[in-house]
Every structure is written in C-alpha cells, then in structure tokens.
C-alpha cells in the first residue's frame, strides 16, 4: 500500500484541475444527443489508455487486497480476492469518458457486476448514497441508482488481463455511463450511507453526479 503522506493530494495536478473547474474549461454548451451519437460533446476519441490519478499508484497484490462493504446494508461484507472471484462473474464492453475530454471505446471489463453485489450486501431501505474509498486515499460519491447502473462491474481484468495497478487494480469501479472520475481505481470499500457525501473531486469543484452526455463536467453547471 501507498504511504500515508498527503502530498499527492495537494499535487499541482490537483491544483491544475480545481483551476479548470473554476473556469469551466472544456465546456461547449452542447445538451442534445442524437440518437446514433457516441462520443458526448466536447470529448475527443483516443485509441491509448491514459492513466490518471492523484499521482501515486498503490501497489496492493491480489493477496492482501482485500473489500469491505460497510454502512446501511443488511449484510456487510469482507472479502479477500478469492472469496470476491468466487461470486458469479460477468464480462461487459462499455466506453470510457473522462473529464479531461478523452474517450476510448470498447474496453472489455471482467469482474463482479454492482447487481450481484447488491444482492450480497442487501443495501437497507435508507441507503440512498454510496461511497467508493480507495487504497490511495482517494473518495468518489455516487446515487445508489447511478452505482446499480446495469453496466456497472467491479472489474479486476481488462481485455482478458488482471487489471494492472497503473489502472487500478487488482480491482476497481466501472460505471460507464458517467466521467470516468467515478470509477474508483484500487478499491478498497463501500459505504452505504442515507446522506450523500461529496468525494475527492466533487469537493474540488466537480459536478455532484458527472453525466458526460449533459456535460456535467463542474459544480457550477
Ligand atoms: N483511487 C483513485 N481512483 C481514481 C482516480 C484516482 O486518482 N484515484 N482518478 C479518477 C480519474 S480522474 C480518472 S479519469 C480515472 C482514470 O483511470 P485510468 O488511469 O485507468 O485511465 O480514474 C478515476 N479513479
Ligand atoms: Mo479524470
């Protein structure tokens, strides 16, 4: 696991960002989507895979990873990889859409689908946000609606290879349908939570939910 140090997060990429949050840098006005359109507006196609973070990688191995779904759900859940691999597995191919305006199709994602989590961990009738917190320290936020999307997995492979940690493994969030901020790379646990509570980038000047088609790219939108 990464140090505890706090300097990654008061990084100049950090900075950076807050800086184009402020200015609504890469906004276009565009609302409508047209039925065959896949590239949302003000997003570029790339066929390479940029890694983003806070600027540090966690290096957590398959053996000491482990998850802990916690808070307002009926089962909580502590698994090691083994007992996560163990539960059905499911395989999607979804697009990527990340804030910073770079889109690339077609990732093919292996992992446990948010569905069957849902069923394991039983979420209680006042469970209407979750939080996703990572092994860098990092924090995203989420409906719960949004989070049991039907494409949303909890992958550890990638195009039929384990996840490699540069892009979050052994195991991250996948939720296609918003910026890719919201998917937490090296996840650690899940919070079920009655109220919502703003992540990492959300505090920072980020939209609350982050829809990439109605370009929700900052808090001010
Ligand atoms: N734990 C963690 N997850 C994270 C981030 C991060 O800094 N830490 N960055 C987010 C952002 S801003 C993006 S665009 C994607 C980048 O994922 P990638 O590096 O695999 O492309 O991860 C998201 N998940
Ligand atoms: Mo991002």
Redesign the pocket.
Known sequence: MADDSNEPLTSKLTRTKERWAREGRFLTGKISRAEDERLPPGQHLTRDWPV?DLGLTPHVSRERWRLDVYGAVGQPIFWDFAQFTARPQTRSVSDIH???TWSRYDNQWEGLAVGDLLMACQPREDARHVVLHSYDGYTTNLTIEDFAAEDALLAHSWSGVPLTAEHGGPVRLVVPHL???KSAKWLQAIEFRADDAPGYWEVRGYHNRGDPWAEQRYSAD
């Open positions: 983003l990340c804030v910073t910026y890719f901020w």
